[in-house]
Structures are given as C-alpha cells and as structure tokens.
C-alpha cells in the first residue's frame, strides 16, 4: 500500500504569464478580460483584472478556472446531462459558461485557465490562443 501520492501542479511562474497572455491577446480583441489559473485541486494561482472589467467576472474566471481543472475539460463542452447538475451540485462553485479551459502540457493535467470579460464565445477564443502562446495542449478543446 502506497502512503502517499505526487500531484503535477502548474507553477507559479507559467500561471502567471497565462495571465499575463490572456490579458494581452483579450486587449487585442477589446474584451476588458478578468483571468484566473487555478491548479488541479482548483486553488488559484493566479489572477489579473484588466482596467475597467466588470467585477462580476471576477468571480465567473475563478469558476471556470476551477471548473476546467477539476473536470479535466472545456467549460463550454461539459455534458448537457450535467450542465446544470454541475452548477447546482457544487453550490455555484463550477460553471458551464464557456471560457475555461483545461491546461495540459503533454498528458499531464497542470490546471486550469478561466477568462472572462467578454461573451462566452470571445472568452473562449482568448483562452485557447492563450494556450496556443503558452506552449499547452489545445488538441480537442477547439470548437
């Protein structure tokens, strides 16, 4: 029996220049972005705010950073079986609106990148060319 367990985590340093991309690729469309990373037990590691975003988002990159670390997926692609089961099972705590993605580099699962600010559409965009710049698995997770 095996007493313990190794967890990858992404680091510090890669979560924030996710951010630091996703706010420079959200400026270039003109979506004020709200970005988060979170690890794989949904702790985040990072986050920025761009001048002038809704402080609603906030809380909805947290969420989606979240929900694309624990899940493994694209917020926008969870099963229609759980697309409110999800939301409400957790309290609020996992949403369903597109704009999370899971970060993978190689098969390891390292977190989760939530961006907000724009619709879902835009913020989905926002995130996967962040994960193209960072060097991460975008494979499947393309609309």
Request: net charge neutral; charged share 20%; glycine share 12%.
């Amino acid at each position: 029996m095996s007493t313990h367990r190794q967890i990858v985590a992404i680091t510090y340093e890669t979560a924030v220049r996710a951010v630091s991309i996703a706010m420079e690729v959200g400026e270039r469309h003109g979506v004020k972005t709200v970005v988060s990373v979170a690890d794989p037990s949904m702790t985040l590691i990072a986050y920025g705010m761009a001048d002038g975003a809704t402080p609603h988002s906030s809380e909805t990159s947290r969420r989606k950073a979240a929900t694309s670390a624990s899940t493994r997926r694209r917020t926008g692609r969870i099963p229609d079986a759980l697309s409110t089961t999800l939301p409400l099972g957790t309290g609020g705590a996992l949403t369903t609106i597109d704009g999370g993605v899971p970060i993978f580099f190689g098969d390891d699962l390292v977190g989760g990148l939530g961006v907000a600010g724009g619709s879902p559409a835009q913020d989905a965009d926002i995130a996967l060319e962040t994960l193209r710049r960072l060097g991460a698995r975008v494979e499947g997770m393309e609309s």
